[in-house]
């Protein structure tokens, strides 16, 4: 089984920065795709960002784009999502999920990690 953790959420002034953790224990990921999620309340999941562990272009939300950057440690099995010129609609839950690359799905989710931009 995988586990993925994300740590490194909080609160933070709009143009402030965070960054975000989420590391995977448990069986490889290396035939994986990394995603980061986010949810406000009321609100539908959204992708954020994303990028495999063997290397790739990441991509990312039209609305995070040059503000966001995700980025990957594999001897850590950790994935990074700094956050940069944060705004009040960036406040979310957010997720991490790992994307089963053969056939699409996303099969492992943390528990998320609340990130709060006040303005």
């Known amino acids: 089984q995988v586990q993925l953790v994300e740590s490194g959420g909080g609160l933070v002034q709009a143009g402030g920065s965070l960054r975000l953790s989420c590391t995977a224990s448990?069986?490889?990921?290396?035939?994986?795709?990394m995603g980061w999620f986010r949810q406000a309340p009321g609100k539908e999941r959204e992708f954020v960002a994303a990028?495999?562990?063997?290397?790739?272009?990441?991509n990312y939300a039209d609305s995070v784009k040059g503000r966001f950057t995700i980025s990957r440690d594999n001897a850590k099995n950790t994935v990074y999502l700094q956050m940069n010129s944060l705004i009040p609609d960036d406040t979310a839950a957010y997720y991490c999920?790992?994307?089963?690359?053969?056939?699409?799905?996303?099969?492992?989710w943390g528990q998320g990690t609340q990130v709060t931009v006040s303005s």
């Open positions: 990028i495999r562990w063997s290397g790739d272009i990441p």
């Open positions: 999920a790992a994307q089963n690359l053969r056939i699409g799905s996303f099969d492992y």
């Open positions: 448990g069986r490889t990921l290396r035939s994986y795709r």
